[in-house]
């Protein structure tokens, strides 16, 4: 039997966490590696592109984690087969990617020049990804981003959407996707609640 170890950071968010659904919507069985900061920053040189998540599939390391949401994606029957749909749905992962890259930029400032940078975030490029966002899921019908049903396009975002709401990043309004996007806020719940995500969840309490 094929063995998969997924490697990320120890929380339910960011890069891995469409992946680990997918695993659990496809009934896959894999290690669900999680490193502490302090475990990543002493193993960082060990990982390809000192990045993680890192899938292992018997021992031989992929990164690339689009690549791992397309390939566990297509395993679970959350990954379009028609190629436009699955187009649609490679625009959407690729655009929350894109936006990992902006954010991250701001995470090692401090004090005013934080602010400052967090509020450009805001005015400029998450105005320009939530409204492109709200436009896409238009694009797909109202309710998912591809093929009329959940994708992992719908985790994606579903996780980023989650993190934007929750307010986690500091002098990022937690209601600027209400304001900004609503629908995506509506899709986050949709998402939320379909059963094959809250079964995820579950599995985790
Ligand atoms: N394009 C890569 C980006 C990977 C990446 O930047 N991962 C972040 C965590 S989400 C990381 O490991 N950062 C560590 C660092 O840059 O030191 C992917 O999608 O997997």
Not at 16 to 31: D, K, N, Q, V
Not at 129 to 155: P, Q
Request: charged letters at 25%.
């Amino acid at each position: 039997m094929t063995t998969y170890k997924l490697t990320y950071f120890d929380f339910d968010g960011g890069r891995a966490e469409p992946i680990r659904i997918a695993f659990h919507a496809a009934g896959i069985e894999f290690e669900d590696n999680r490193l502490s900061f302090q475990e990543f920053g002493e193993a960082r040189h060990n990982f390809r592109f000192n990045a993680v998540p890192v899938l292992e599939i018997d021992g031989a390391a992929v990164t690339q984690s689009n690549g791992m949401c397309r390939y566990i994606g297509k395993m679970a029957g959350l990954y379009p087969e028609d190629e436009l749909q699955a187009l649609y749905c490679d625009e959407v992962i690729g655009a929350v990617e894109d936006s990992y890259h902006q954010i991250v930029r701001t995470f090692f400032l401090e004090g005013d020049e934080l602010k400052e940078a967090r509020a450009k975030l805001v005015d400029n490029w998450l105005t320009v990804f939530l409204k492109g966002l709200d436009e896409l899921l238009a694009r797909g019908g109202g309710a998912y981003f591809a093929d009329n049903r959940l994708t992992v396009a719908d985790l994606k975002v579903f996780v980023q959407i989650r993190s934007l709401l929750a307010g986690t990043l500091d002098h990022v309004p937690s209601d600027l996707v209400q304001r900004l996007a609503p629908s995506l806020v509506k899709h986050e719940e949709r998402v939320g609640n379909d059963p094959v995500v809250a079964a995820y969840y579950s599995s985790r309490a």
